[in-house]
Each structure stands twice: as structure tokens, then as C-alpha cells.
């Protein structure tokens, strides 16, 4: 909260008007104990500050979990229809200066001769003069430091200027806001992370049962093939062994290179199941390695190495691999560039190709278990999973998690 505490000596309408005062307070907490629905209580969050505000429209801008970009939460109609389509990178334009410094900011008139001013065009015409943007920051003295959720921005039509009372007062009721939009994003983090659970345990069942065919599959075709037609050389070998030592040597040569293959097949049939290389290796080397174990395309790898738990470790080298098959299936490239970065408390993994690309939008990314499946590990290590493609322009996927997860196992 801003110094000359609002609802100390000065009141946050800037004009003692006890009356008022209480109506907004009790409007206020009746947005923010709306529920836990975090569209509804920014839709509430929006309408009432315009309101109080006298202003013709809000936006809420939220905080990435990257916490390197704003993206719209909620608005006024009609833009809310436009909520999380717009994004603005940490300090670009006013909200992305406001998150990055903490401070407010305003805008009388003139908004393009402000450097700090950039036009988005997802909101259309910019029929707005005045701007007062304040930074939403959660927690206060008692709850430690404080954290910053988002940017509150208030537009008039009309020139208006901004008083410090009123960004005070759009910044006291940001300050109050603020633990409700929190909340509303923990819970429905929770409810995300809680669906992704239930279908990641249909899956698991399912690939279960896949993995155990596969496992049959190599078992009877592939390897028992071999130990049988090892044991019958073995037996022409024995029967050979006194009248034609020549053909006993032929028979148990062929017995040998049988017991090679066969025991090449269990290795990559295990392969298959776990990836051995994770445990020795470690998470950077195990993606390098992977990278350089496909024949058909050149792929580059940088991984820096990160000290992730094994469940973690195994569901990133588990997305990589399911990319670059992709890659390898789909994208006709010839080059392909695995990343994998930590930076500060994100952990960010980028498989990139130079192929044909495709749409994600489009019903064939819903269609394959791949996409799906890499999605919902996404969501269970708490990150998010972005595909960048269009046709003939390649593909770039990103996966990205906070390394201090309380993923479960
Ligand atoms: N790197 C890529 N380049 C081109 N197309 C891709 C790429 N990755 C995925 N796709 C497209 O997305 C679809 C869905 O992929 P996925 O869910 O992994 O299923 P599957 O690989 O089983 O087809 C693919 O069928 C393909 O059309
Ligand atoms: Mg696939």
C-alpha cells in the first residue's frame, strides 16, 4: 500500500466520505469473496474499478508463472472477450514498464510521444486518451515481501487527469484485489494440475497395457525366436561333437552369434522401457545423447546440466524423445536444435526443427497421443507446454517448469 495509509486519516476517495468509503469496501469484498472462479473475479475486479474510478475501461494483466511476461487477464466488455490473447513481455509497453519497475505510471495525453508507450493491436482502435497504470503486488508487511501479481490499468475516452489521490486509490484497491487473484490462480492451477492427474492415470494405464504388448511382442518374436533356434543348434552341435568336430564348431558359432542378437534385443527392449543412459548420466547428457543417437537428421543439443528429481528428469527426456520423433515422423527437416536452460527457478526445454511445420490450432495436433500425452506431463511438472508452428515455417516446442516443483512422483 502507498504511504498515507487510505483508510488512515485520508480517505482512498481522496474526500472524507465515510459512507461511500464503506459502500466501496463492502463492494470490494464481495467481488474478491465472489468465488474462486479467476475469469469471474476479474470480470468483478474490472467492472468496479472502472466504476469507482469514473474510467471507461479496465484491464487486468497477470503475471506469468514464468514471471517474464504480462498476459491479459480480464477486462472490461468488450475486451475481456480478448482475455489471455494478449501478451506483453516484462517492461514492454506502460503495464510491461509498471511490472517491471513496481512504481505507477500515467498518461495524460499524447500517449505516443511516451517512449514507454507501445500500441497493441489485438485492442483494435485506440480510442483512448488517459491512462493510470498501477502495479498489483500481493503479501505486505505481516506476509512477507511482497510479490507481484499483475498490472492494473484504468483508460478514459475523454482527457482526464490522474490525481495522486486517484492512483492511490487504483492502487489501494490493486493492493486488496491482489490475494483474491491469487488465490483464484492457485486453485485453478490445482484444479488444472488435478485433471491432468485423472488423465494421466487413464493414460498410464493404457500405455501400461501398450508397453506390456510391445514387451510380449519383443519377447515372443524376437528374442524366445532366437533362444529356441539357439537351443537347436546347440543339440545339432552336441550330436556332432564325436564323428564331425568341423560341423559341431559351425553349429555352436551359429549358437553364439544367435546369443548375441538375442541378447541385443533385450537390451533394446529394455531401452524401450526405461532409458538406462538417464540414471548414469544425468538429465543434460542422457538429451545429448539422445540427440545424437538419431541417424536420419542432425541435431544439435545444449543442455546445461540441472539437478531435477528423477521423476522430473525422466517426463522432460520423455517429451524430447516424443519431439523428436515427431520430428523424425512428421517434419521432413534435416536439422533439429535441442535446448535445455535453467534460469533462475525455470527450466526450459526447446526442441526446434527447420521441417514442414504444421498447425497446432488444427484437429491433427488433438488427434495423436503424442501432443496429449506431452501436455499433460507439462501440467504435472507445474509448466506449461507451448508448440510454435506453421506450415513451412518448422516447429519449436517449449516446454517450461518451475525448477522447485512440488510435482508428485
Ligand atoms: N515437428 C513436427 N513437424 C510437423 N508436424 C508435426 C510435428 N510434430 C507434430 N506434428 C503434427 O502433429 C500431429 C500430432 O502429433 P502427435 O500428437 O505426436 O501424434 P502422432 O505423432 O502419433 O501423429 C502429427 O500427426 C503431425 O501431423
Ligand atoms: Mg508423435
Redesign the pocket.
Known sequence: MTPGTPLGRMTPLGRADPAKEARLLARIIETISAGLDLEEILRGIAALTTETTQTDVCFVYLLDETGERLVLGGATPPFHALAGQVELKMGEGISGWVAAHGRPAVITEDKHADQRYKHLPALGREDFTSLASVPIHSGSVHHGPPRLVGVLNVHTRQRREFSDADVQLLGWMAGLMAGAIENARLHRMLARREEAMERFAERIVLAQETERRRLAGEIHDGISQRVVSLSFHLSAAADALNESPHVAAREIAEAQALAEAALDETRLAIAGLHPPVLDDLGLAASLESLAGSIPQLEVHAEASPCELPAHVATSVYRIAQ?AL???V???GASQARVRLLSHGDTITLEIE?D????SPEAG??A??????GMRERAELLGGTLEVK?YPGQG?LLRLRFPANNQARP
Open positions: 516424443e520423433q515427431n520430428v515422423k512428421h517434419a526443427d521441417g514442414k511445420g504444421f491433427n495436433a488427434t495423436g497421443y503424442g501432443l496429449p508452428s516447429t
